[in-house]
């Protein structure tokens, strides 16, 4: 026999290496891999080790770990892009970021940056998310095909809008007591809106109140002198998103009333 037919002819069973250092196994491309089964390599191109299962190369590698991620909340009534900071570790070049609805709809993020191989940054239109979808959740994939996942961590939530226009509300003569105006806002994302005043207490401290639930501003002011105007901030806020506007009312002395006060307005005529 020739010493190649000796070498082709001679079979490994069982090895054992006594060395310190490791053992060198085959290596190359992703282009250069083989096809048989059981085949175990070095792939430079990803630089992971990797066998052929027969069907498909595995890579052999650890998953990353996602520990959190910022923001939580997207309003998407703000438009533009968000962007996410994924914080987690094993993160590696090439990774791949997803976001799954609630409906089970996913989405890539429209761009990733590996900052180091603890955080990630992840773009994404504002408008790809939707609250009837919340809460999604968040996925890294490596290269290697090994992946971390939280669930339900991202949810959708947009500022309360006025529909009261800001600046005046109107005139009070401060001898009526009724329900006098009533502010009103509306949520994009269906939450309950609660009014309240805010950086100051001018509508308590002229004995009038300003109902949470409805916006109603109600009350027997007390009575003034001379036209006074009362200028205040009120709050909506829904979901734990705020939104402030400005208004003013005019409080005028008192004068003849006459009528049952229920709707504020005033008749003068004896």
């Given at each position: 026999?020739?010493?190649?037919?000796?070498?082709?002819?001679?079979?490994?069973?069982?090895?054992?290496?006594?060395?310190?250092?490791?053992?060198?196994v085959?290596?190359?491309?992703?282009?250069?891999?083989?096809?048989?089964?059981g085949?175990?390599?070095?792939?430079?191109?990803?630089?992971?080790?990797?066998?052929?299962?027969?069907?498909?190369?595995?890579?052999?590698?650890?998953?990353?770990?996602?520990?959190?991620?910022?923001?939580?909340?997207?309003?998407?009534?703000?438009?533009?892009?968000?962007?996410?900071?994924?914080t987690?570790?094993?993160?590696?070049?090439?990774?791949?970021?997803?976001?799954?609805?609630?409906?089970?709809?996913?989405?890539?993020?429209?761009?990733?940056?590996?900052?180091?191989?603890?955080?990630?940054?992840?773009?994404?239109?504002?408008?790809s998310?939707?609250?009837?979808?919340?809460?999604?959740?968040?996925?890294?994939?490596?290269?290697?095909?090994?992946?971390?996942?939280?669930?339900?961590?991202?949810?959708?939530?947009?500022?309360?809008?006025?529909?009261?226009?800001?600046?005046?509300?109107?005139?009070?003569?401060?001898?009526?007591?009724?329900?006098?105006?009533?502010?009103?806002?509306?949520?994009?994302?269906?939450?309950?809106?609660?009014?309240?005043?805010?950086?100051?207490?001018?509508?308590?401290?002229?004995?009038?109140?300003?109902?949470?639930?409805?916006?109603?501003?109600s009350?027997?002011?007390?009575?003034?002198?001379?036209?006074?105007?009362?200028?205040?901030?009120?709050?909506?806020?829904?979901?734990?998103?705020?939104?402030?506007r400005?208004?003013?009312?005019?409080?005028?002395?008192?004068?003849?009333?006459?009528?049952?006060?229920?709707?504020?307005?005033?008749?003068?005529?004896?």
């Amino acid at each position: 026999m020739t010493k190649a037919r000796d070498i082709a002819d001679f079979k490994f069973e069982d090895i054992v290496d006594t060395g310190t250092e490791g053992t060198k196994v085959a290596s190359g491309t992703t282009a250069q891999r083989g096809s048989t089964a059981g085949q175990f390599r070095f792939n430079t191109t990803t630089n992971l080790a990797e066998y052929y299962t027969g069907s498909e190369f595995k890579a052999i590698d650890s998953p990353p770990t996602l520990t959190a991620v910022s923001p939580t909340e997207v309003q998407t009534s703000s438009g533009g892009n968000e962007t996410f900071t994924l914080t987690g570790g094993n993160f590696q070049s090439g990774a791949i970021v997803t976001f799954t609805g609630n409906n089970g709809t996913s989405f890539n993020a429209d761009s990733v940056t590996v900052n180091s191989s603890s955080s990630i940054t992840a773009v994404k239109t504002r408008s790809s998310f939707s609250n009837s979808n919340e809460p999604y959740d968040i996925k890294i994939t490596n290269a290697s095909g090994l992946s971390a996942q939280v669930e339900d961590s991202i949810n959708v939530d947009n500022s309360p809008n006025w529909s009261t226009a800001s600046g005046s509300l109107g005139t009070i003569f401060s001898n009526v007591s009724a329900n006098h105006f009533t502010v009103s806002a509306t949520d994009a994302d269906g939450d309950t809106i609660v009014y309240s005043e805010t950086g100051g207490t001018v509508l308590s401290g002229q004995n009038l109140t300003l109902n949470s639930s409805t916006g109603v501003i109600s009350g027997d002011p007390t009575d003034v002198s001379s036209d006074t105007t009362l200028s205040f901030t009120l709050r909506a806020t829904a979901g734990g998103k705020t939104a402030d506007r400005a208004f003013t009312i005019l409080l005028k002395p008192p004068t003849n009333y006459f009528g049952d006060g229920s709707d504020g307005s005033l008749d003068t005529t004896p």
